[in-house]
């Protein structure tokens, strides 16, 4: 049993969709969230830049004494996870393994879908991770650089015009292709609604959520977990709390308000 907080970052909302699930799963951790909503987008830009920003991001985190770190982040988890691993001997939990994993277990087909931030398709971390697992799996990726910024604006109801446009023009092209889609971007999930719409049947598979379970599992297994009193979650950003403290809101189905405060990340 180990009482100390666990660390998760994204570069803004998309992390929620671990925490969601985290929170279900282990309702007496503490956790100690980071967004980094005053840099985001990661994923359309280059890999020194996401590295500085993934090494800064865990020296915040590493100030609380975390006992694990969760890399909510495709973007990190593709480009960044050496150089984060680098820094702490703590666990230290990306996305990619996996959802890959859960990716080719569910599929019946082998043909599989990845959409994710234009780095992260970029680096082929998904597709390496999917054909180490199935080398006869046919993976189809494409980058759906809008996704972020809609998902960081509020643009993410099954019924939003926009969101709605911007995933035909990336998703369509999956149709009668593929049996299975990873959402690699743990952004992606907020939009799960409108992508389902497009693509009704296809198995989507949520980076986030398939990152906690792994989480779970680990600390379980290395005697980790807090198994007594009240677990809580406190969140970080590095810009104005408002428009996070609402959206997260809105995606946890439950208030944040009073549970946000902003740092200066470049201070790390
Ligand atoms: N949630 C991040 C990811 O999983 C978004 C990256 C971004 O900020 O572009 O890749």
Redo the contacts with the bound molecule.
Sequence with gaps: MDTRPIGVF???L??LTAVKELERLIPNENIIYFGDTGR?????RGINTIKKYAVSDMRFLLSFNVKAIII?????SSIAIDEVRRITDLPVIG?VEPTAKTAVEVSKTGKIGVI??SA?ISSGSFQKAISKLNPDAEVIARACPLF?PLVENGYFGRDCKLAQLAAHDYIDEFKGRIDTLIL????YPLLRGVIEDILPGVILVD?GFETAKTAVSLLSEQDLLNTSGKGSVHYYVSDQTSDFERLAGIFLEHPVNGMVDTVDIEKY
């Design positions: 994204d570069s803004g998309g992390g985001v987008p990661y994923g359309t909510a982040c495709g973007t990190v996305v994710a931030t992260t972020v690699g971007c743990t952004h980076s």
